[in-house]
């Protein structure tokens, strides 16, 4: 349809480009996502579990465009490391800041 833009469906649905290029098993990643969730509670401790989880979800989705319900484990992985980023990059490494 003129006037339309269409995004691109070659890949497949919940198939990210870090699920391509990683040798990880499902397993691996699943428990590199816990850890980093436990190494992201510690980092930002006046955040509640479900409010952390919350916004990593919707980074996820504002990322890979779909949050906690269609996200791979290795897309909401790479969600926690750019919310840790984003949180480094606010406070200057500072978490008091």
């Given at each position: 349809m003129a006037g339309y833009n269409y995004?691109?469906?070659?890949?497949?649905a919940g198939k990210s480009d870090y699920n391509r290029q990683s040798t990880m098993s499902t397993t691996d990643i699943?428990?590199?996502?816990?850890?980093?969730?436990?190494e992201l509670s510690l980092q930002v401790p006046e955040m509640r579990a479900g409010q952390l989880i919350?916004?990593?979800?919707?980074?996820?989705?504002?990322?890979?465009s779909r949050g906690l319900w269609e996200a791979t484990d290795?897309?909401?992985?790479?969600a926690i490391w750019q919310f840790?980023?984003?949180y480094e990059s606010a406070t200057d490494g500072d978490p008091t800041a």
């Open positions: 995004w691109d469906l070659s890949k497949q699943r428990a590199e996502l816990f850890a980093a969730f436990q919350s916004a990593v979800g919707e980074l996820c989705a504002d990322i890979h290795a897309e909401l992985l790479e840790q980023q984003n």
